[in-house]
């Protein structure tokens, strides 16, 4: 917001100038306190904002040695990003052949480890929850390749 007023006195904003709003409905508002409290009173206003959530994009990869072997614990690593601040929350990575596993995002990035059971070629996939500032989002496919 940026208020203006046509005697001398000081704004207060709330949130705070410089806050992002997260995303659902919000209440913006401002108190006028002017310097002269004896001809002038103390104001305030309110608006009220809707902020939509934002985009988000996800990205797996695998980052254990190529190829995998069965029983081996295979490290999928994720990132989740979107404008502003970096995406918090869950992933899961999901494998075609029924393995999942959960990771916490920290700064928009994270891991989770996966053992596979059978040798083949699952394609594995990871999905974002999203979170007050961002929808969610899934990644494209990659194939991990799982030997004796």
Not at 45 to 51: M, P
Not at 58 to 73: C, D, E, F, L
């Amino acid at each position: 917001m940026d208020a203006t007023a046509s005697v001398s006195g000081s704004f207060v904003y709330s949130p705070p100038a410089g806050t992002v709003p997260p995303g659902g409905t919000d209440t913006l508002s401002v108190t006028f306190t002017p310097t002269d409290t004896s001809d002038y009173a103390t104001a305030t206003d309110s608006v009220t904002l809707t902020v939509n959530k934002a985009t988000s994009t996800t990205v797996i990869s695998s980052v254990n040695p190529y190829p995998a072997h069965i029983g081996q614990q295979v490290t999928v690593g994720f990132s989740v990003s979107g404008p502003g601040v970096p995406p918090t929350g869950t992933v899961t990575v999901t494998a075609s052949t029924g393995q999942t596993c959960n990771g916490i995002l920290s700064a928009g990035a994270g891991s989770c480890m996966v053992t596979f059971t059978a040798t083949g070629s699952p394609k594995l996939t990871a999905s974002y929850s999203g979170d007050g500032n961002f929808n969610s989002s899934k990644s494209a496919t990659i194939t991990e390749v799982v030997e004796q």
